[in-house]
């Protein structure tokens, strides 16, 4: 495969190497491909603790037959300490908060700052301990977001993101090729490793991906599902609230202008109006508005053209509806439009969570 980095010569200038791996399809494909070094090689999984349960169970059978490393990481203390993961962090619910001030209620911290702690300093600590120095690690150019492990955390060590130029369609071929076993959760189509099972927050990962993960956790482990729930909910209540507290006095000032954001925002910038009228677009996007509950039924994360308030189709990237956005209806007007994650809760459970924060 052209794209890789020549490995022979990898192992060749280093004794030891460690393989971060997730049992996601991109750690499988790294572990596939260093099969032949395996001698030289140590496999570390870093188990917050908090793991699906199939997934601890597929990750040790897939690593048989190399050196394995499990690594423990207390997810339990350190949210109980830092707080739950989150995307929007109120300060008053942070650790930073004025400390004279009442504890909060729920207390939240950066996802960013839960995963490093939980999932890469424990393995950064492994690796140093192991005296490797040679990491690789499955990271893709186009994973996007999240985090990239490309500085060397040692002078003496060297990274190879084994594959950095790899598309999705690469690793599902190589995959279909070698017959590698995938998780279950990739036969219902989420392609993810999922991490842990109680992670309130996207943790890197798409809204899309998010809801999905959500919906197979409501199928497969439904009592698992049940106390995630209200760990969404106990961050949503935080950051709601925060919010409510901040801007409520000030709604009048800035609704006028979120609104108008959120109208420019909606206009395709592949496709300026052309032949139509703000108020062409303006009635697509009510369109939109008029079909928004069904479409987050059963499109959560796809992409929409509305053309003459009309649903043309659903897509899986914003390209595809460009692209026959722009084949049907050239320069438009049209509404090109992602949908977003549906909210989480019923006015039913927020007020069970409230009679609980409250208790
Ligand atoms: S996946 Fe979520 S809970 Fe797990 S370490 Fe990352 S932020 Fe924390």
Redesign the pocket.
Same mark, same amino acid.
């Given at each position: 495969m052209s794209k890789l980095p020549d490995l022979s010569s990898l192992f060749a200038r280093h004794k030891k190497a460690v393989l971060w791996f997730s049992g996601g399809k991109d750690s499988l494909v790294c572990l596939d491909l260093c099969r032949e070094f395996r001698d030289q090689l140590d496999v570390c999984w870093v188990n917050?603790g $908090?793991a699906f349960p199939h997934m601890a169970e597929f990750i040790r059978k897939a690593t048989e037959g190399f050196n394995f490393v499990e690594i423990e990481s207390d997810?339990a203390a350190w949210i109980e300490q830092q707080g739950l993961?989150s995307d929007m962090i109120p300060v008053a619910n942070s650790i930073w908060r004025d400390v004279s001030a009442s504890e909060p209620k729920i207390l939240l911290q950066p996802?960013t700052a839960?995963?490093a702690k939980?999932?890469f300093q424990p393995g950064l600590d492994y690796l140093a301990r192991s005296g490797a120095t040679f990491l690789i690690h499955g990271q893709r150019r186009s994973d996007g977001g999240g985090f990239t492990v490309d500085s060397k955390p040692d002078a003496k060590v060297e990274i190879c993101k084994l594959l950095w130029e790899w598309s999705e369609h690469d690793v599902m071929d190589y995959i279909g090729q070698h017959g590698i076993e995938l998780p279950e959760q990739y036969a219902e189509g989420l392609v993810d490793s999922l991490?842990?099972w109680?992670?309130p927050?996207r $943790?890197g990962d798409s809204a899309a991906k998010m809801a999905a993960r959500f919906a197979y956790t409501a199928r497969r482990y439904p009592d698992l599902y049940e106390e995630l729930k209200l760990l969404m909910g106990k961050v949503f209540l935080a950051t709601e609230a925060a919010f409510k507290e901040v801007k409520a006095d000030t709604t009048h000032v800035w609704r006028g202008a979120a609104e108008k954001f959120e109208r420019d925002r909606a206009v395709p910038k592949c496709a300026p109006e052309r032949g139509g009228s703000t108020s062409d677009l303006e009635r697509n996007i009510q369109a939109y508005g008029a079909m928004e509950a069904d479409l987050f039924k059963h499109h959560t994360g796809q992409w929409v053209v509305i053309h003459d308030r009309k649903l043309v189709d659903t897509f899986g990237t914003l390209d595809d509806a460009a692209a026959e956005a722009l084949r049907r209806f050239g320069r438009g007007p049209y509404l090109i439009r992602q949908v977003t994650i549906a909210p989480l809760f019923t006015t039913a459970d927020v007020n069970a969570l409230q009679i609980g924060a409250k208790t």
């Open positions: 917050t $908090a997810q993961p996802w839960c995963c939980l999932r991490d842990c109680n992670c927050t $943790a």
